[in-house]
């Protein structure tokens, strides 16, 4: 029979390795790197911070707009780094790494739907629907790992329990997404169109080498 708590685990560390590899090998300047760390320090201070306020924190909307202005890679790396360093503060555990891959897949929603996140309105209704998915998924995550059991019935239950933290993450989400996102999206894309490097036909005559002396 298989151990359900450990397969969970398992494949929670093998798609946290894999995201981290991404991040670390993808091709990226250092300058994006740092970007990278800077950003997911800001989310995670800012999650550690809000931590009295129940499923309240800016992690997903920050999340969003890195990836909708710098790509997935970035949005994932965010959303891989904010948990780290809040569950530094917050607590680790076997439900820091499904937490990693459910904010990198936030930050990469963010680029595939670039349109959405730039409209303040478009940014609140995303930051509010995986406010509602990020709970559930990690309601499912709790059920499979620590039980009692992974079933349509259990997962009902729990999720009408946790209903009153995925509204008030929700609504959290919306005012920071509103407050937020456009300050945040407009600095970022002022950082893109600054280190973007454009490669084009050079302008003028070629230079011509000496041809060597015989």
């Not at 406010?131 to 059991?149: I, K, Q, S």
């Not at 008030?168 to 893109?192: D, F, K, N, Q, W």
């Amino acid at each position: 029979m298989i151990d359900l708590p450990a397969a969970t685990l398992l494949v929670s560390l093998g798609l946290a390795g894999l995201l981290l590899v991404a991040v670390e090998r993808g091709r990226g300047s250092p300058r994006e790197l740092a970007l990278i760390a800077a950003l997911g320090v800001v989310a995670g201070a800012g999650r550690t911070a809000l931590a009295a306020v129940p499923s309240v924190q800016p992690v997903t909307v920050i999340c969003l707009v890195a990836g909708a202005c710098l790509g997935a890679r970035v949005g994932a790396g965010v959303g891989i780094v904010s948990v780290l360093v809040s569950n530094a503060f917050l607590g680790h555990g076997p439900w820091t790494l499904p937490q990693m891959g459910l904010w990198a897949a936030v930050g990469a929603s963010g680029a595939l739907m670039r349109p959405l996140v730039r409209n303040p309105a478009g940014l609140a209704a995303l930051a509010v629907a995986w406010a509602f998915a990020f709970g559930w998924a990690m309601n499912a995550w709790f059920l499979a790992a620590f039980g009692p059991e992974l079933s349509v019935e259990a997962f009902l239950l729990v999720s009408a329990r946790s209903l009153p933290f995925e509204i008030t993450g929700a609504l959290g989400s919306a005012v920071i997404a509103l407050g937020l996102g456009p300050p945040l999206a407009r600095m970022l894309t002022r950082y893109e169109s600054r280190v973007r490097v454009t490669y084009g036909p050079v302008s003028g005559p070629r230079s011509r080498l000496p041809s060597p002396s015989r």
